[in-house]
């Protein structure tokens, strides 16, 4: 079982900035992270993505937060970060981990989701 522990989220004004972090941990074997990525939830809506990152480094954004969020990954700590800069009112929702990959040999694929995070913008 692999578990995700975001961290990070906050409240912030119009125009600010947020960095969030997501840690990977296994407990029972060995894994292999294929990609990671980050979703949000604001409330009375679906979850969407936000950003994604391969192990390769391939990175894919939504839309709406181009140019002004960053995801980037270490794959050593098996972490992923999304910056977060021109922060908008629209941004605030709760902010969900994902990763997804199998286990050292390939023999068991896995869903990882974290327990979110919320990040408010507001004035």
């Known amino acids: 079982q692999v578990q995700l522990v975001e961290s990070g989220g906050g409240f912030v004004q119009p125009g600010g900035s947020l960095k969030l972090s997501c840690a990977a941990s296994?407990?029972?074997?060995?894994?292999?992270?294929?990609?990671m990525g980050w979703y949000r939830q604001a409330p009375g809506k679906q979850r969407d993505l936000v950003a994604t990152v391969t192990s390769g480094d391939r990175t894919n954004y939504a839309d709406s937060v181009k140019g002004r969020f960053t995801i980037s990954r270490d794959n050593a700590k098996n972490t992923v970060y999304l910056q977060m800069n021109s922060l908008k009112p629209e941004d605030t929702a709760v902010y969900y981990c994902?990763?997804?990959?199998?286990?050292?040999?390939?023999?068991?694929?896995?869903?990882?989701w974290g327990q979110g995070t919320q990040v408010t913008v507001s004035s």
């Open positions: 296994g407990s029972t074997f060995t894994f292999r992270i294929n990609a």
């Open positions: 994902n990763a997804v990959g199998t286990n050292w040999f390939r023999t068991l694929p896995f869903d990882a």
